[in-house]
């Protein structure tokens, strides 16, 4: 008996990393648009951006503002304008690297939360939708109330994060999903982040997505 | 007065319930704010996708839109990326060991990925906690020393 559920949890453990490694390239058209308020000064980048998870590289095309090549592996961003090398410049931690990962190793509609010690505390159902409420790890309470998700048709489609005073810091909203292979893709992601004094607005599409 | 008082207290606990509920309906209201805030950039990259124009040539058709919208003339890794800098809430790790100690340090570990920019993110709250501690330790012993000194 023992043999046979440790088979099964083997089995599984395996299946779930296939799955997680089925898919390695994300390649999209893509538009960046960013409004921050007190400078009210505004960002439009347009162009073709290429993910590979297995190298953690990615490489944007610009064409609009200007065209460039943005080589982006290992925190370093090489920005190129026709083959010439024209800047470098070590990055932090970069999020649309989470973005694309996150799309490629689709795994649960809960933000990976769940994963990192969140507990749903609440849930509201009403037609197919989800409200869930969920409270952070103990790690996280020092900044962080709560965090609220909204699921419909089993896909993620919003997330409000809370700091402790209950204020919005920031709400992302996932929009026009599109299987594509098996992967659900949200076309479009616009969210808020809300700091002391600034208000950033951003909103990312994508058009023309291959995965692999 | 028993009763008023119930009244008040059932009444008062529905009005709470209901302020902190969150339905789909508030939700897509928050997403149509961002969408508002947007409006002229969606209406700038319907214009460049339809007629194919370069910042340049933007300008000169639609000067007044550009303005209105203080479009910047070239594409910046800092607001493509500054979102992700990597500390916790945006908070540089030194604040975060310097406010929370030790905690704080543990925060920017355990909340960031694995790379050079954590290990300098937790070095800098290593320093905040160093600095927050040797800055208690000053003021402790300068009201001791004065308590002391006050007393002979």
Known sequence: ?212 | MKRFFLLAFVLGACLSLSATTTNPGKLTAKKEVIEQQLSDLNQIEKIIKEEGLTYDQLVAKYPNLVEKTQLSASASEDGMFENASGTPLGVPGFWWGFCLGWVGMLIVYLTMDEGSSRKKQVMNALWGCVIAYALFFIVYVGIVGASLASLY
């Open chain 1, 1 to 212: 008996m023992t043999r046979t559920i440790s088979f099964f949890i083997l089995t599984c453990c395996f299946l779930t990393t296939l799955h997680a490694q089925k898919y390695h390239l994300f390649q999209a058209g893509f538009s960046i648009k960013e409004k921050r308020t007190g400078t009210e000064k505004s960002t439009l980048m347009m162009g073709k951006v290429s993910y590979d998870n297995h190298l953690n590289k990615a490489e944007y095309f610009l064409s609009f503002p200007q065209k460039e090549r943005w080589v982006i592996q290992d925190s370093t961003l090489h920005k190129y304008v026709g083959d010439s090398l024209v800047n470098t410049k070590v990055l932090g931690q970069v999020n649309d690297f989470i973005m694309f990962k996150n799309i490629l190793e689709y795994k649960d509609n809960d933000f990976g939360l769940s994963s990192a010690g969140f507990v749903i505390t609440s849930v509201q159902e009403s037609d197919e939708e989800l409200i869930m409420e969920w409270e952070p790890p103990s790690t996280f309470k020092t900044f962080l109330k709560k965090v609220i998700t909204h699921v419909k048709d089993n896909l993620l489609m919003g997330i409000v994060f809370y700091d402790v005073e209950e204020k919005e810091i920031n709400k992302t909203f996932y929009e026009n999903y599109q299987i594509i292979k098996d992967l659900p893709v949200p076309m479009k992601i616009v969210s808020q982040y809300s700091g002391n004094e600034q208000q950033l607005y951003k909103s990312i599409t994508f058009d023309n997505v291959v995965v692999e």
